[in-house]
């Protein structure tokens, strides 16, 4: 099993869509970061967190550490956010531990 | 513009040549890595480094060396590049505190035939 999941692996949605991403994680944690890549492109950092919820424009990411999850959600979604979101963990080395990614279709 | 540079964003090589994938970073990040990207799988860790040299075997470091001689280049060697090679590379730089995020390069793209 692997120790970052993902879910769902695919996501298509309709324009102004409210869409939620999972990560559940099995480790140890001193940081969660969401990831963006969009086809063909480089990685992104989008959040780092290790409590709580962040806002940044449309996009909100929340962790529970008791319950090992985070959230990754986009608001009022835009064609523009179709990419591969990934969620990566980092334990108490630098080393990340990624998730397989959710490919995000987001339809005008 | 600061960051993490990559190159070269895109490489064809055959069975058993070698090559330097090559990746520079001017943000003084002590960490650098290397990881390999490939459909329907997580990112990989190859190798990584903590400061100028020292480096260290990551998840899948077979086939490949890397050096650290400044805190600023992290050159990862491919010996005798292999199909199973084939792949998208990615850099990624940060400080070496909890509480730093990642810097990632743009990505090469390799195929070996």
């Known amino acids: 099993k692997n120790e970052v999941e993902q879910s769902p692996q695919n996501l298509t949605a309709q324009e102004g869509e409210f869409i939620t991403i999972n990560c559940s994680y099995s480790?140890?944690?001193?940081?969660l970061h969401w990831l963006q890549q969009h086809p063909g492109g480089g990685i992104v950092s989008l959040f780092m967190?290790?409590?709580g919820k962040k806002k940044h424009g449309r996009l909100i990411a929340t962790i529970n550490i008791q319950e090992k999850h985070s959230s990754l959600h986009i608001t009022a979604s835009h064609p523009r956010d179709s990419a591969v979101y990934i969620c990566a963990v980092r334990p108490s080395t630098n080393k990340l531990i990624f998730g397989t990614g959710t490919l995000l279709a987001v339809q005008p | 513009n600061a960051g993490v540079t990559q190159t070269p964003k895109f490489q064809v090589l055959k069975t058993g040549q070698s090559m330097t994938l090559q990746c520079a970073q001017d943000m003084n990040h002590e960490y650098m890595s290397w990881y390999r990207q490939d459909p329907g799988m997580g990112l990989r860790l190859i190798h990584y480094s903590v400061g100028a040299g020292i480096t260290d075997q990551g998840e899948v470091p077979n086939g490949y060396n890397v050096s650290r001689s400044t805190t600023e280049d992290f050159p990862l060697r491919l010996l005798s590049a292999a199909p199973s090679q084939t792949s998208v590379y990615f850099c990624?730089?940060?400080?070496?505190?909890?509480?730093?995020?990642?810097?990632f390069g743009s990505g090469t793209r390799l195929t070996v035939v």
């Open positions: 990624a730089s940060s400080f070496t505190g909890t509480g730093s995020g990642y810097t």
């Open positions: 480790v140890g944690i001193s940081a």
């Open positions: 967190l290790s409590s």
